[in-house]
Structures are given as structure tokens and as C-alpha cells.
């Protein structure tokens, strides 16, 4: 694909990217890391674990196979611990209502692929009353291996019938830019969580702070039709 080709399908990352809510996710795992003894900063979350499943995360931070009880006990203890933290804080990143409005306007579909669990996807998705935005929602239990593999951002453009190629991927975390960069798609980086070195590093074509100033290339490439 050459860098001027039209980009015709949208996919959004949720946590870190529709919503700036990663610090509450770190804070929530330290907290279960520490309870069982073990040492971890939000830092190590980040680089090594953002993006990937609680199935992938708890087996590799404890160093041992878990139990579907155990897995899915510590699981529910962590992201209950998150959605307290997050709750009061609830809104989407700055200038992402707008951006998602006006994409719609302009009849380019788009979709949210996420590792985030079910009660997750609805604190966010339902509580800012902005499922009905997205064609599709791609959750973890639709695919066999979490981010940095390619599979959710695969499934996602599958899902809105649109090629890999002609889709932009927006993440906050460098698993995630290599996911969607894997898959084939352009990627976006949004710098809540990484610092832009990394995500360029990591794949991503531009980066941005949030969705209020998108770089002149890439609106050219969404919007030209539009135009």
C-alpha cells in the first residue's frame, strides 16, 4: 500500500485510546500483584502485558498454569478492582466523540477490537452510551491469542468486510501497534500510556496525544473522498 491510499475502515483500541484510563488498569494490577506477594510496577505492566488477555497475563506473572477457577477468580479481582478505580473518572479521550461522529458522517465504518473482558467493554461502552457508534465490537473471547498477535485486528476488519490494508488502527500501547501493524493495517499511536518513540518503533505511522489534531496525511487519506 503506498502512503497515499485511501483508508476506508476505521479500528479503535479501547483502553488507552477511546479512553485514558490505562493509570487505573496499572493501579489495579500492582494492587493483585502485590496481595499475592509479587513485585510489579505499572511500568512492567505496561511494556510487557498491555494489550494481552487476562489469560495470557496471570499465567506469566505468577510463572505457573492456573486452574479455570483460580484464573478466573484473580481475573474478576483485578478488573473489579479497576472498574472501582475508573468509575468516577469515566469519560471518552478528548476529541474522540467528535472524530467517531464525524466518520460516520462520512460513511467510513468502524469497529472497536479489545482485550477489555465483557463487564469492561460495558462500563465503557455502555456507560458512555456509545456502543451503537461502532458496527462491531471484537472482544478477546473472539479470538485465540491476545495483542501483540494480529488475530483481534484481523477479526475486526473482517468483521466490517473491509482488507486489512485499507483499515487505520488507533492504539495506545506498543503490543497493540504491533498487533494491528501485523494484521496489515496502518496504525495510529495515541501517547496516553507509551511515549511516541516507542510506538513509532513499535510500527506506528504518526502519534498523537489524543484526536484533536490528527496529522494532515492521515486526514487526507480518511476524508478525501469527503472533501
Known sequence: ??????????????????????????????????????????????????????????????????????????????????????????????????????????????????????????????GLGIRSLFARVVGAEEVTRGKPAPDIFLAAAKALGIEPSACLAFEDAVLGVMSARDAGMTVMGITTAAPAEQLREAGARWTAPDFTALPPELEARLFAKAA
Open 1 to 126: 500500500m503506498t502512503s497515499s491510499a485511501p483508508l476506508r475502515a476505521v479500528v479503535f483500541d479501547m483502553d488507552g485510546t477511546l479512553v485514558d484510563n490505562m493509570l487505573f488498569h496499572n493501579e489495579a494490577w500492582v494492587a493483585l500483584a502485590r496481595r499475592l506477594g509479587l513485585s510489579l510496577t505499572a511500568e512492567d505492566f505496561q511494556r510487557q502485558f498491555a494489550g494481552r488477555k487476562n489469560e495470557e497475563i496471570l499465567p506469566t506473572l505468577l510463572g505457573r498454569p492456573l486452574s479455570h477457577e483460580e484464573m478466573t477468580g484473580l481475573a474478576e479481582e483485578k478488573e473489579s478492582q479497576y472498574r472501582t478505580f475508573y468509575r468516577p473518572h469515566l469519560k471518552l479521550h478528548r476529541g474522540a466523540e467528535a472524530f467517531i461522529h464525524r466518520l460516520r458522517e462520512a460513511g467510513i465504518p468502524v469497529a472497536v477490537a479489545t482485550a477489555a473482558p465483557q463487564g469492561n467493554r460495558e462500563l465503557v461502552l455502555d
